[in-house]
């Protein structure tokens, strides 16, 4: 299994700013993704974090809102840009590599509140 | 588009068996995913199942029928750790690869009682 940690585990901000989560994991992995799920709802995928290149974004998401870096094969950011309200979260990020194809490995999330 | 149904809320007595159900349509298929959330935390994997057929895991075992696009979880000898919610994700293979996103249902809420 993968170890994964995210900072910040938790953060308010204000109206208008950004936030950048990172992502870190202790071993190579293959695949890298980034999840939102909103008060109560399930987990909804943002983007697919491609390492050396820009991330795929799902319907609904885009690059000016959520930009996504991943420099190498155990790091990825997300930023939340120009908050609002509605940005309010969790934000996980998840990984998967090819030797453990049965399971998408889950970090432990960042709760943001923007106010 | 990628369509996954599932109950949104169950309720059960502790012992007790639950069958949680959850049909997909999805343009990609390569494996369809249970996971446990507790409130506030991140999900825990339980189940993968690529092929028909039932896959146990001690209490917990997981069904596929690809064919029907349907799958459930049953939970045996049901505890009060048990509540929490149940998510059932599909994963839509990447090109050249088995591995890729997954698209999850809206999650049941299971609570089980004394």
């Known amino acids: 299994s993968a170890v994964i940690s995210q900072k910040p585990s938790r953060d308010i901000c204000q109206r208008g700013t950004s936030l950048t989560i990172q992502c870190q994991v202790d071993?190579?992995?293959?695949?890298m993704f980034w999840y939102r799920q909103q008060p109560g709802q399930s987990l909804t995928l943002i983007a697919t974090?491609?390492?050396?290149?820009?991330?795929?974004?799902e319907s609904g998401f885009v690059i000016d809102k959520f930009p996504i870096s991943r420099p190498n094969l155990t790091f990825s950011t997300l930023t939340v840009s120009n908050m609002s309200p509605e940005d309010s979260s969790i934000y996980l990020c998840?990984?998967?590599?090819?030797?453990?194809?049965?399971?998408?490995?889950f970090g432990p999330g960042t709760r943001l509140t923007v106010l | 588009g990628q369509n996954i149904d599932q109950p949104t809320e169950m309720t059960a007595t502790e012992g007790a068996i639950v069958q949680i159900n959850c049909t997909y349509q999805?343009?990609?298929?390569?494996?369809l995913f249970w996971y446990q959330q507790h409130a506030g935390e991140a999900p825990t994997f339980l189940s993968y199942?690529?092929?028909?057929g039932l896959e146990e895991k001690g209490r917990f075992s997981s069904f596929l029928s690809r064919s029907k696009g349907y799958s459930y979880l049953l939970l045996k000898e049901l505890q009060m750790k048990d509540s929490a919610s149940y998510l059932c994700?599909?994963?839509?293979?990447?090109?050249?690869?088995?591995?890729?996103?997954?698209?999850f249902g809206r999650g049941t809420q299971l609570t089980v009682w004394p």
């Open positions: 199942n690529v092929l028909d």
């Open positions: 974090a491609n390492q050396g290149s820009e991330a795929t974004y």
């Open positions: 994700a599909v994963r839509d293979p990447e090109r050249g690869s088995t591995l890729g996103r997954l698209y």
């Open positions: 071993s190579q992995v293959t695949m």
């Open positions: 998840s990984v998967e590599w090819e030797a453990v194809y049965n399971e998408q490995f």
């Open positions: 999805t343009s990609g298929f390569n494996g």
